[in-house]
């Protein structure tokens, strides 16, 4: 480290003069008010502000990061300094104030003396404590900086795409082991790709969505029937398992009338077998669920039970674009006794950020069957590829 003088008329001159000579990574160590010498024998010497200013002298051997760490650290021992000195300054007040008491009760000559030399030690202090403060701020200032340009730009990318910590952690770490010329961009996306897996696996015999509450299972087996029936002419049957809400019934119900297929409404276990049986004919049966709670194992189990009845072919776990990535985890975990092999993400028209689609993907360790993008029936259904959501992510490009 270096350490350098400057003496100058003004505060504006001194940092025109560090900030030519070292740039700006110089640290302000300390600052006060001199007298310049000028003039015949120093005679007429002017006012003016001295800066001793510190800069790391191997700045171009080390790398961003461990430059950071040492301005940080630098920053840290200066302000432990900072505030050793302000509170030494506060205490010689006190003392200053106690001297000026005992004064007064010496006598009226000491009184002027004490109170006079007092008064100019305190205004003294206080303006070294209001200087102190300054560089304090200053100082807060540039660590908060400091500590924002030790991020990379590939840090950032992740961040606002709300990845997930620990994810961004990983994903940066597999970056740094791809060797080639490509660009770190080109190499997080295709480490991020790397992390999404999605099927094309076809819709056929039974087929059942669940998830929490409201996250569009319903809408969704709507669009999968609109799909299936008009645009493949397969023959589909809906179902819905019914154990908690009146009026979910109504929702699959009027979808399955406008598109004249078959629907039947399962209340109970039993009735599970005699309803799948009573759509034999059809080549695909979707199977919609009320939404659950994740964290109630009891409703899971009680959906599990009706699983188990039935020979079902695929179990797609539905879950929202827009679930912050504690509550994916929970979601992931609590629906796991349910075997889902595939994961439906649905609501991507209603966030401006995709990390979540990793985060799912991390989480569930399950392929991504769909997307959905919109509440129109049929069409906001899509089987986007891993690159192109890859390409969402990194908000390339857009739905
Ligand atoms: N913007 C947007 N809204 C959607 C999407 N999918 C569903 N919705 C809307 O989300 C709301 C809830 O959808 P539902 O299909 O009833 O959700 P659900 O999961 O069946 O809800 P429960 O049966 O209560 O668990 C409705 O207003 C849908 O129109 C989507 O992809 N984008
Ligand atoms: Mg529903």
Redesign the pocket.
């Known amino acids: 480290m270096i350490v350098k003088r400057y003496v100058a008329a003004s505060m504006g001159e001194v940092l025109n003069k560090i900030k030519y000579e070292l740039g700006n990574d110089a640290i302000i160590i300390s600052q006060r008010r001199v007298r310049r010498k000028g003039g015949f024998l120093g005679l007429f010497s002017k006012k003016g502000v001295e800066v001793t200013v510190a800069i790391n002298d191997n700045s171009g051997l080390q790398n961003k990061a461990d430059d950071n760490i040492n301005v940080q650290n630098s920053i840290n021992a200066i302000k432990r300094v900072i505030n050793k000195t302000i509170d030494q300054n506060e205490v010689s007040k006190d003392t200053s104030y106690q001297v000026k008491r005992n004064n007064i009760n010496t006598g009226p000559i000491g009184v002027n003396k004490g109170i006079y030399s007092n008064d100019i030690i305190n205004k003294n202090n206080e303006n070294l404590i209001s200087e102190m403060r300054e560089m304090k701020e200053m100082l807060d200032e540039m660590m908060h900086r400091s500590l924002k340009d030790s991020k990379s730009e590939l840090q950032v990318n992740l961040e606002n795409a709300d990845i997930d910590e620990n994810i961004a952690e990983d994903i940066l770490n597999k970056v740094k082991t791809i060797k080639d010329d490509r660009t770190q961009k080109d190499k997080l996306k295709e480490v991020i790709k790397n992390n999404i897996t999605v099927t094309d696996r076809e819709l056929k015999d039974i087929v059942i969505?669940v998830?929490?509450?409201?996250?569009?299972?319903?809408?969704?087996?709507?669009?999968m029937a609109g799909r299936l029936a008009l645009v493949e002419k397969k023959r589909v049957g809906l179902l819905t398992i019914d154990t908690y809400?009146i009026g979910?019934v109504e929702?699959?119900k009027t979808y399955a009338d406008i598109m004249n297929i078959p629907f039947r409404v399962v209340f109970t276990i039993k009735e599970m077998e005699t309803a799948v049986e009573s759509m034999k004919d059809c080549d695909v049966i979707l199977i919609?669920?009320?939404?659950?709670s994740s964290k109630n194992v009891m409703q899971i189990s009680e959906l599990r039970a009706f699983m188990k009845k039935v020979n079902v072919s695929s179990v797609h776990l539905?879950v929202?674009?827009t679930t912050k990535s504690r509550d994916i985890d929970i979601i992931a975990d609590g629906y796991r006794c349910l075997n889902y092999d595939s994961v439906i993400i649905?609501?991507?028209?209603?966030t401006s950020t995709y990390g979540s689609i990793l985060n799912i993907c991390n989480k569930t360790l399950k392929p991504i069957s769909f997307?959905?993008?919109?509440?129109n029936v049929p069409d906001?259904?899509r089987l986007m590829n891993s690159s192109e959501l890859a390409s969402l992510i990194l908000r390339e490009d857009t739905l």
């Not at 998830?211 to 669009?223: E, R, S, Y």
């Not at 649905?346 to 209603?350: A, C, F, N, S, V």
Request: glycine share 14%; with cysteine; hydrophobic share 25%.
């Open positions: 969505l998830g929490p509450t409201g996250v569009g299972k319903t809408t969704t087996i709507a669009k809400r979910a929702q699959l919609d669920t009320t939404g659950r539905v929202s674009c649905t609501k991507l028209d209603e997307v959905t993008t919109g509440q906001d259904i």
